[in-house]
């Protein structure tokens, strides 16, 4: 039985899957789905790139390295996945911000980034 979400993404229509492979989201059932328990309110699918993951590395966020603790392969350009709203925005204001799925990115995150400046980075708008 597939669960259909109420949750929206930005441009207001039904929140898609950000990725299955890697499993990304909070809950790891692959959407940025906003959950009051996410403090890091992982809710902007991104498909990252090396420039933004040497970034992530250099802030103490090292996305690349395979944690098989946690089950994490660890990331490589190309790979989406669901991002901290407040990292995404660190990047961009650092000239290396990853480009946005808008369509897998969180309507909760227009709280904190206004929708022109994702739409300067979507590969889906």
């Not at 692959?30 to 991104?46: E, F, K, M, T």
């Not at 603790?69 to 925005?89: K, V």
């Amino acid at each position: 039985m597939i669960e259909l979400t109420t949750q929206r993404n930005v441009l207001g229509g039904p929140l898609l899957a950000c990725s299955y492979a890697p499993l990304t989201g909070f809950q790891r059932n692959g959407c940025c789905d906003s959950d009051p328990a996410d403090l890091g309110r992982h809710i902007v699918c991104v498909k990252t790139n090396e420039e933004f993951l040497a970034f992530s590395a250099a802030c103490g966020n090292d996305l690349s390295t395979p944690r098989p603790e946690y089950r994490f392969a660890g990331l490589q350009p190309g790979d989406r996945w669901c991002l901290c709203a407040a990292r995404w925005l660190e990047a961009w204001e650092a000239g290396v911000a990853p480009a946005v799925v808008l369509a897998g990115t969180h309507e909760d995150v227009l709280d904190i980034i206004p929708l022109a400046t994702l739409r300067l980075h979507a590969i889906d708008a």
